[in-house]
């Protein structure tokens, strides 16, 4: 039955039409009722939390908040001092490597050097812009925030510097 008729049923069953007993029509009344107010229910939206209940998917004010432990018990990961790695990638002239030096103090970086290592004329000048640059790119961040993508121009070149990073990050992690 649609609601329409839902509707008209109920009130006929209430405005007492022949042959309809009362029972009869009080019950069919209030079944009507019933299920016009669960299809009025069926498309309304949640209910609004109360003041002060936290929305849902949303935690407590008063819960408990979890924040990732870093490593040691300074809550620090690595451990201060300076690193050498040396990293490869590939260029279109080939093979390439790169030697990189980072001092780290609290798990941020406080100097860097990088070593140009090149094959030919062509890796030699992104070499040296990528190792003109990379100071300001690194130096004030934490260890685990870097991922360097193209310093002063030289894109190809960072691989290899993240490539050494890693080596690094392994060697000083607590």
């Given amino acids: 039955m649609t609601r329409t008729s839902l509707t008209r049923t109920a009130t006929r069953a209430a405005a007492g039409t022949p042959g309809f007993p009362r029972q009869r029509r ?10 016009l107010g669960a299809a009025g229910c069926a498309g309304a939206d949640a209910e609004e939390p109360a003041p002060g209940a936290p929305a849902s998917g949303q935690p ?10 870093a490593g040691g018990s300074t809550g620090e990961a690595y451990r201060d001092g300076t690193y050498t790695g040396t990293g490869s990638y590939q260029s279109p002239a080939g093979q390439e490597e790169v030697g990189v030096t980072l001092t780290l103090e609290a798990d941020v970086v406080t100097a860097v050097e990088v070593e140009p290592m090149p094959d030919n004329p062509t890796t030699t000048e992104y070499q040296g812009r990528f190792a003109g640059g990379i100071s300001d790119a690194v130096v004030g961040k934490k260890l685990d925030e870097l991922s360097v993508d193209k310093v002063a ?5 960072s691989g290899g510097f993240n490539d050494a990073l890693g080596k690094i990050k392994s ?3 607590l």
């Fill in 26 to 35: 009080v019950l069919t009344a209030l079944a009507a009722v019933s299920i």
């Fill in 60 to 69: 407590a004010a008063d819960a408990p908040v979890e924040t990732p432990a």
């Fill in 153 to 157: 121009g030289s894109s190809l070149t």
């Fill in 171 to 173: 060697e000083a992690q």
